[in-house]
């Protein structure tokens, strides 16, 4: 790739870099690829019930044990902490030779991932060129079980999911680079209408088939552009208003194509809970077009059709939606064992990254995810050493109890950077009740709402006065082109003008003190929760102070896939999320999770489902959307087709903000709060998380696979 190419895309994305180191340690830009070079060539265990123990290190070859403590004299790679093998050996004037484990669980013999008898040799298992890790701190020691919590299967455990997740590409631990991750090269065209990416030669399933293009090509053409299994593709792989097109050069080649520049495509591949690939070996039996009969088959075992026996059980872009055995998996840890209480996950066996002494990784031999479904569960796991690393869903709160318990659980503290402007309220504008959707859609009333808080008091009662009052906004302060005012605005306490702003509304009060409908009928709004998005104590104070102004508050915790189900259902009253939690890289990446104003339809539904149904089907189902809201979908799409930095760039994104900002839609209370970070004192090659979120895709940066046990 041409140089002046790399280095101008690393100047306009440096006003990412710009924006947001005034508030966190790092800085959310993209760097391009520099020009691509050619690679060269390159007995079963026992079922476990405890915790393996560790073993010393098989250090190999003759190639120094290279860190990024210690380089021992070696040049970097073209990429942070991480080396092809060719480029390795070159720096370090050694060959490598490759070593690993030689035992593994004999689930992987029961599901199909290995063979009976002899395990099969290292170097059928390894890609032709291995992607070379650099460890943090030390070469680590295989072994040992490394212990999570998440709130149940699929609901707050997207730590979990990061800490065993792949992709083609990914975000080095400054959170500015973006480099080659299983795809071994990536390349933009001059307009950044066509991405070219090679594989790794020789890549394998973990049931040992090849992984290729094809397998990339047939998650494109025969799942997501399957009207069967997804009636509207994902606007995230839409630029210009054309879905991508996806081409298989060669076994590793493959082209993405664009009908409209992409830059943010990169990003948002190396963001993505989702996955590029399906195994279609493995797959091509269950789906239509390469079976006729695989329509009466899903019937013949209870399912309505092909596609519902296909979307969840063999396929799903949440991979913890997926419950079966014995599926083909990129990943470094495989499922063995899944029931009500946890899942059990063992390392692959096919994992395509060894360490600078040739290891193949990872390192640790067992990921447990056991489910608490309430914060004191959590806090119990914490302090009696049981969870050796710990983030999502811990509340600053808990603090004090985490301190005084660090020496009996055996961990240290991290406070990483959270990446939202904090917890907000969203009022449902489309409510199936005319009556509320009206109500709800007035500007006045979140003003009315927005004003009755008293954000200092919540800030002592939650965060220690560490956080600072703010409004609610669709992007956080640090993006380029965001406004100081739009975080400031109706802040202050003042419930004598939010009563002025409800009686003016005509929303008399009753009897009892409660204000009424429009309608006569009893104002009441039901307040649902999960755990899984905040303290609760928050919503409490909330009830205090609405009631206080005369608006009835009924308060309940839900699960969080009931809470979910509910949102995506359209019969919630308020939305509780977080706001302003795309960073501006990820935002760039997939801005539809908040432009227009409806959330993530599979994680975080805020509202308006009936105006998308609108706008997806041309006008002849749902709502039609206020007329503010109707170009939002265009002007989405031009933005992430802008380059950032640009006049266009900046002018589309306030224009897409100010309409969100003039209707009060997103109520905001505090700004987050660092996040609370669990780390066992036993685990090694565990750096300083600089940032803790889901938009980065929480732990997926620092390199999980190479963690260790020390003892």
Known sequence: MPQKRFYSLVVLFTIFAMAFSACAPAAPVVTQAPVETEAPEATEAPAATEPPAATEPAVSGECPAVTVADAQGVAAGAWPQQYEVAEFETAANCTMAFTGRTEYDARLVEFGFLPEGDLPPLEERLPEEPLVVVPYDEIGKYGSRLSGASVAPEAGNSEWLSVRHVNLLRFADDLQTIVPNMAKSYEWNDDFTELTMVLRKGHKWSDGQPFTTEDIVFWWEDIIMNTDLYPDVPSFWVYGGEPMQVEAVDEVTVKFKFAAPAPAFTTLIATTYTHEWAPKHFLMDKH????????????????????????????????????????????????????????????????????????????????????????????????????????????????????????????????????????????????????????????????????????????????????????????????????????????????????????????????????????????????????????????????????????????????????????????????????????????????????????????????????????????????????????????????????????????????????????????????????????????????????????????????????????
């Not at 503290?413 to 489309?430: E, H, K, L, P």
């Open 288 to 711: 239509i077009t390469y079976n006729p009969n695989a329509d009466e088959e899903a019937k013949a075992e209870g399912f309505e059709s092909w596609a519902q026996r296909f979307i969840p059980l063999y396929y799903a872009d949440w991979e913890d939606a997926n419950h079966m055995y014995g599926l083909p998996k990129l990943e470094a840890w495989i499922k063995v064992d899944e029931t009500p209480e946890h899942q059990l996950f063992y390392a692959n066996p096919y994992y395509y990254k060894v360490d600078t002494a040739g290891q193949q990784l990872p390192y640790i031999d067992e990921i447990e995810e056991v489910y608490a479904a309430e914060n004191e569960l959590f806090e119990l796991k914490i302090i009696n050493g049981e969870t050796h690393y710990k983030a999502q869903s811990l509340q600053l709160g808990s603090l004090p109890l985490f301190q005084q318990n660090q020496d009996k659980g055996n961990y240290d503290i991290q406070m990483a950077q959270g990446a939202s402007i904090g917890r907000v309220y969203v009022f449902n504008a489309t409510h199936k009740d005319p009556v509320l959707a009206e109500l709800f859609s007035d500007p006045r009333w979140n003003r009315a709402m927005s004003l009755a808080l008293n954000r200092d008091e919540i800030n002592q009662a939650l965060c220690f006065d560490l956080c600072e009052p703010t409004q609610g906004a669709p992007v956080h302060p640090s993006v380029s082109f965001a406004k100081p005012e739009w975080y400031t605005r109706d802040i202050e306490h003042d419930p004598d003008t939010a009563n002025a702003i409800l009686d003016e509304i005509g929303l008399e009060k009753g009897a009892d003190g409660f204000r009424l409908r429009p309608d006569g009928q009893p104002l009441v709004i039901n307040l649902l929760y999960a755990i899984q998005w905040g303290d609760p104590a928050l919503h409490e104070l909330a009830k205090e102070y609405w009631e206080a102004v005369g608006v009835k508050v009924e308060l309940r915790e839900m699960s969080t896939e009931a809470y979910r189900a509910m949102a995506a259902n359209n019969d919630h009253d308020v939305q509780v999320t977080t706001s302003g939690l795309e960073l501006e890289a990820p935002l760039y990446s997939n801005p539809f999770r908040l432009f227009p104003p409806f959330g993530d339809a599979a994680l975080e539904p805020l509202f308006g489902a009936p105006w998308m149904e609108w706008h997806n089907t041309d006008g002849a189902q749902g709502i039609e959307p206020p007329d503010d809201i109707k170009p939002l979908w265009d002007l989405t799409d031009q933005w992430k087709s802008s380059l950032p930095g640009s006049d266009e760039y900046i002018s589309l994104g306030q224009q897409l903000v100010q309409v969100q900002i003039d209707r009060g839609m997103i109520i905001g209370t505090v700004t987050t709060s660092p996040a609370v970070t669990i780390v066992s004192r036993l685990l090694g090659n565990v750096p300083q998380l600089k940032i803790n979120a889901f938009e980065y895709y929480r732990t997926y940066p620092y390199r999980t696979d190479q963690w260790y046990f020390k003892e």
